[in-house]
């Protein structure tokens, strides 16, 4: 059993930069793959970013290459999504997720665990 916790959301201007984490409980941390997704109001939830169970692989969805960076560091069971250069279309709750099994990582059906999310509102 993975428990997830996100933290870092809030109101940034376009533009700006802001960086969310993730807390996770348990011994098996380094297990799993985690992935980031969003959700804003009336839309289907969204990859965003993954990155392997040793960090030496990560995923990005199209627009946020080159904008967003995901991140982990195993020792505190802890995986980032720092996010530059936000623009207010960005603007949702981001979800982080854990898997252990093995699928395309773009695809939340391979994801077993999920936190309650942050959100992050960027601001015109």
């Known amino acids: ?12 201007q376009a533009g700006g930069s802001l960086s969310v984490s993730c ?11 985690m992935g980031w997704f969003r959700q804003a109001p009336g839309k289907e939830r969204e990859f965003v970013a993954a990155i392997s169970w040793r ?12 904008r967003f960076t995901i991140s982990r560091d195993n020792a505190k069971n802890t995986v980032y999504l720092q996010m530059n250069s936000l623009k207010p279309e960005d ?32 601001s015109s």
Do not use: M
Request: proline fraction near 3%.
């Open 23 to 33: 807390a996770a409980s348990g011994r098996t941390f380094s297990l799993y793959a």
């Open 91 to 122: 603007t949702a709750g981001y979800y982080c997720a854990a898997r252990k099994s093995i699928g395309n990582p773009r695809d939340p059906v391979f994801y077993e665990y999920w936190g309650q999310g942050t959100q992050v509102t960027v």
């Open 1 to 12: 059993q993975v428990q997830l916790v996100e933290s870092g959301g809030g109101l940034v």
């Open 55 to 66: 960090g030496g692989s990560s995923y990005y969805v199209d627009h946020a290459k080159g």
